[in-house]
């Protein structure tokens, strides 16, 4: 604006005789005297301009009441403006004012001052004349004490003093007796004064971030307050008069030294919020019970190694972070948080609720917590012993040794077909109860590799047998097997010295290569040899596995005994339901339950997932492994190359304990990949294991495939068949698949899937106009196969497409993590190994990979934005609430993916959590009110990379007007608001309100679903 503008604006107003001028960023940077004629004015903006000092002739305009000076660059003010007497507002914040004029004293009916964001380091004592103000903002200023006459301002209710350099307190703050709200955030305060006791007005009180001790037992008499912030100080107690502060509501501790909690904790009945992460509690006191009104509660990161039964009085907790601590067990009393929906167990050690029961989610921890409450508790004395190793090793005989020592080698030990189960009883040390181990003997045949998956159970004892007279090749196999599907049980290597034959193995190395690997052993079994030995280190190592004698409820233990004594190899789910019923269950989830825990400890099948499968509980896994392996096993299978019909089942199931049940036993060889019915022929099935090892002829184009190649670190056997059975339904013609490869076909294209065992590589090459959608459908398919294993180490290899690399069937490959990596430090050329160009490694990618496998390397994948981000000031949690619900369904029918600071998993580091959701972050939504523009947090760590983000990648800002706020004055203005910011929402009410926050939602649900 020039200034003849401005001067124009001025003698116009002068004419009208206005009260009210807004000249705020014009941008002049010096105020024209003319301003002086308008005696009139009482309000007076000159905000956002270039003022670097300011006309002392001001002072004529005498009449104003309210003056904006904010965002200029003052350095200082003319001692004049003591003549403003009757100014009530003035606005400085955001200067460059370093002292004040002593002068500023006379202004004695200023009721608020703004001098946030300035250099001041003290203030004149004349403040201390200043006696009908009400607010007052220093924050952000260079303080280091406060002159002792700020106790005479006595009306003051706001003080905002954050982020100074203040030591101490004067004791005269104790006079200010009508403050309501007082920000001391992020000083050096060592201590308080014991006089702050006399502030009983007070309601907010911010002490973050000090370097307080210790805190006065006068703190008690603040009765009033509701929000006290004490986060990150060197508080190591509490004094037990903080128990008086009965109307306390938000408690911020979190950060500090606090090694236990006095008992008049309790007394803070009216508390909803309490943060007490990252401190040294070891234990909690009983009366914590009695926070009735808590919703929020973080105790992570501290040293509790046990709670309180009484926390189960905690019925409203809605939030319970509990992780990284030394939990062993929950008390069952957790079971009473009805009304919980996060449950943060992380980095604990928790052995009760079992992990089978931990990984299904808080849902079924409570669940099983209520159980153990409503029944007490049992302990089971069970455990699986698995024994492994090659066919002849002695792997049968020692099973039989094992359950009774005076077994006798027989000559002719029949080949153990499938598995055999055997069971041994002993009776545990120190008390009477009797030990049962179920002796899993699996025959050794590769046939039966491929189904390892589903018998190589977690929470097992190992026993890897090997004939020393033999070269065993299988020996790094099963270690590898067991280290990849064992969940890190212990393992024992068994030297069978047949003969007395030895045979040294490096300990060292297979220690160091297999963490499971515990001990090896030796015997000879026809002399039993080393057995006592053998049996004194199989108690050992079972009797300690992490699930043995763990508390479960009384009625699990009864179902469970009252199943292992039933003779009958299945049941059905209504009489599996009965059983439970007669032990005391009543709840039909419950009961349920059980039997998942069962499966997934392998002591029973029940596939509750399968409509089909769900109605039969198998109570001896070997009865349907036998089944199918039946099949596996079958010669005229064999001889078919795999190829069965329901007559060859009716066959081989011809006995009376299959004969009822064939349909679920074919279903069973479905659930377990291991065969698929022709989809042009009903009735038809292929076992891919038994296909032909023979490739057949077929024609390839080479010219433009995409190649893919996937190479192990150790490959387990199965995963090819696997994915034959996945994908049986593209197979070429329902003819081109052998037992190592297949062809597919679909979307015009083809693809040709190869496993080359020995070298530990799947080979994909896809032809066609839609290669890449097809090579995607495939990699994915791969990769849900991969991620069923734990632990499986691979590379996803692809190919350069270099000129000379594009023509060739023998590229360059890079590693895919590789290319992510280089991505992620911004390194976007990488070099070629074959002709040494330069390749564009975002184009290496897209080339192969669409960005879907986010969940496979997190770590590594550029980021997608896909989230909703809602920032928020936490004193307007009310606004935030309704947001959260006029979204609620645009969450629900549009898979709407919303981040906000409810969703830090507790546990987490919530401040890195806030970083890597602002990274993912397409639509960010600011909740905008003073609370907002003040909070330090937001404008510190929220804003700038989101609005830097909108900057760089198009993040859209939405933000919605709560209520009139000095948002003009910050970076805000620049962008869309999502509702009228002339009507901020706290000036409409009832039906107009909701209407607006349904246009809102709208908006925010257009911005999300923007690609
Ligand atoms: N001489 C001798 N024979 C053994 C020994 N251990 C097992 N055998 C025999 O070796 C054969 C294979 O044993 P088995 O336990 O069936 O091996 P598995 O296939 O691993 O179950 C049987 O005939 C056993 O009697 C041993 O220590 N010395
Ligand atoms: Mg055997």
């Known amino acids: 604006m020039t200034n003849e503008e401005l001067l124009q604006i001025i003698e116009q107003a002068a004419r009208d005789k206005v009260t009210t001028l807004d000249l705020s960023g014009k941008g002049f940077t010096t105020l024209p005297l003319e301003i002086v004629q308008l005696t009139n004015l009482q309000t007076l903006n000159l905000g956002s301009n270039q003022l670097s000092s300011l006309p002392p002739e001001i002072v004529q305009l005498t009449n104003l009441q309210t003056l904006h000076l904010n965002l200029n660059q003052l350095s200082s003010l003319p001692p004049e403006i003591g003549q403003l007497t009757n100014l009530q507002t003035l606005d400085l914040y955001n200067n460059q004012l370093s002292s004040l004029p002593l002068e500023i004293g006379q202004l004695t009916n200023l009721q608020t001052l703004h001098l946030n964001l300035n250099q001041l380091s003290s203030l004149p004592p004349e403040i201390g004349q200043l006696t009908n103000l009400q607010t007052l903002h220093l924050y952000n200023n260079q303080l280091s004490s406060l002159p002792p006459e700020i106790g005479q301002l006595t009306n003051l209710q706001y003080l905002y003093l954050s982020s100074n350099q203040l030591s101490s307190l004067p004791p005269e703050i104790a006079q200010l007796t009508n403050l309501q709200y007082l920000n001391l955030d992020s000083h050096q305060l060592s201590s308080l004064p014991p006089e702050i006791a006399q502030l009983t007005n007070l309601q907010t009180l911010h002490l973050y971030n000090n370097q307080l001790s210790s805190l006065p037992p006068e703190i008690g008499q603040l009765t009033n307050l509701q929000y006290l912030y004490l986060n990150r100080n060197q508080l190591s107690s509490l004094p037990p008069e903080i128990g008086q502060l009965t109307n306390l509501q938000y408690l911020y501790l979190g950060s500090n030294q606090l090694s236990s909690l006095p008992p008049e904790f309790g007394q803070l009945t009216n508390l909803q919020y309490l943060y007490l992460g990252s401190n040294q509690l070891s234990s909690l006191p009983p009366e914590f019970g009695q926070l009735t009104n808590l919703q929020t509660l973080y105790l992570g990161s501290n040293q509790l190694s046990s709670l309180p039964p009484e926390i189960g009085q905690l019925t409203n907790l809605q939030t319970l972070d509990l992780g990284s601590n030394q939990l062993s067990s929950l008390p069952p009393e957790i079971g009473q948080l009805t009304n919980l929906q996060t449950l943060g167990l992380k980095d604990n050690p928790l052995k009760s609720p079992p992990p089978e029961i931990i990984t299904k989610g808080f849902k079924a921890i409570l669940d099983f917590c209520r159980q153990q409450l409503e029944q007490e508790t049992d302990r089971l004395y069970e455990a699986k012993l698995i024994i492994v190793g090659e066919g002849g090793a002695g792997k049968t005989t020692l099973a039989k040794k094992i359950q009774d020592n005076k077994y006798t080698l027989q000559q002719d030990e029949n080949t153990t077909e499938g598995i055999d189960v055997i069971q041994w009883k002993f009776l545990l040390d120190n008390n009477n109860k009797e030990f049962q181990v179920n002796i899993w003997d699996f025959g050794g045949q590769e046939i039966y590799h491929a189904t390892h998956q589903f018998f190589l159970t977690k929470r097992s004892l190992y026993a890897l047998v090997a004939d020393t007279r033999k070269e065993d090749t299988d020996f790094y196999y099963w270690l590898n097997v067991v280290e990849l599907l064992s969940g890190n049980s212990p393992l024992l290597i068994i030297k069978n010295e047949k003969q007395e034959r030895k045979r040294e193995i490096n300990e060292r190395e297979l220690r160091r290569e ?72 009543t709840k039909q989830e419950d009961k349920l339950q059980l039997s998942d825990y069962l499966h997934d400890l392998g002591v029973c099948l029940h596939f509750q997932d399968d409509d089909f499968l769900i109605k039969t509980v198998i109570l001896k896994p070997t009865w349907g492994t036998d089944a199918v392996y039946k099949v596996l096993d079958n010669p005229q299978v064999i001889e078919k190359l795999g190829q069965f019909d329901r007559n060859d089942l009716a066959n081989i199931w011809h006995e009376d304990k299959y004969a009822d049940m064939r ?29 032909s090892v023979n490739q057949p002829d077929f024609n390839w184009d080479e010219s433009n495939n995409l190649i893919l190649r996937y190479k192990y670190d150790f490959m387990p056997k199965g995963i090819l068949t696997r994915f034959i059975v996945e994908m049986h339904s593209d197979i070429e013609q329902q003819t081109l698949v052998w037992k190592t490869g297949v062809v597919l076909a679909k979307y015009g294209s083809r693809a040709e899937v190869i496993e080359h065992y020995n070298q530990r590589e799947i080979q994909v090459r896809v032809a066609g106009k839609r290669k890449k959608e097809l090579l995607v459908v495939i990699n994915n398919e791969l990769e849900k196969i991969h991620n069923s294993y734990e632990r499986l180490q691979y590379q996803t290899l692809v190919p350069c497409n270099c000129k000379s690399c594009n023509d060739s069937q023998s590229p360059h490959f890079y590693n895919r993590d590789v290319l992510y990596k280089s991505l992620e430090v911004l390194n976007y050329q990488i070099q070629c190994q074959n002709s040494f160009r330069m390749v564009d490694v975002q184009r290496l990618i897209d080339d192969v990979l669409l960005t879907s496998q986010k969940s496979q390397t997190p770590m590594s994948q550029p980021i997608t934005r896909d989230q909703v981000f809602i920032s928020y000031s936490h004193k307007d949690k009310k606004w935030f609430n309704d947001l959260k619900i006029h979204l609620e369904p645009l969450i629900r029918e549009k898979n709407l993916n919303l981040w906000d600071d409810t969703q830090i998993k507790p546990g987490d580091v919530w401040e890195d959590e806030i970083q890597a959701a602002l990274a993912s972050a397409k639509v960010a939504v600011l909740l905008v009110s003073p609370n907002f523009l003040a909070s330090k947090f937001i404008s510190q760590n929220e804003l700038p990379p989101l609005l830097e983000a909108a900057k760089a990648e198009g993040v859209k800002i939405l933000w919605i007007p709560l209520c009139a706020s000095n948002y003009k004055v910050t970076a805000i203005e620049k962008y869309q608001a999502a509702h009228p910011t002339d009507s901020p929402l706290n000036t409409i009410r009832g039906g107009k309100r909701d209407k607006a926050w349904v246009d809102i939602c709208e908006q925010i649900n257009k911005a999300a679903l923007l690609r």
């Open 514 to 585: 297999f963490t499971n690997f515990k001990e090896t052993l030796t015997t000879n079994l026809a002399t039993d040899r080393g057995l006592p030995e053998i049996l004194n280190k199989i108690k050992h190592y079972i009797t300690n596995l992490p699930h043995v004698g763990i508390e479960l409820p009384k009625t699990w233990v009864k179902v469970r005994e009252a199943l292992e004594g039933d003779s009958r190899e299945y049941i059905s789910l209504e009489e599996y339901l009965n059983i439970c019923q007669k032990h005391g269950f």
């Open 663 to 691: 349909p679920e036993l074919l279903r069973l060889m479905m659930k377990f990949k291991l065969s698929y019915e022709i989809p042009s022929r009903p009735g038809i099935y292929i076992a891919p294991q038994l296909l």
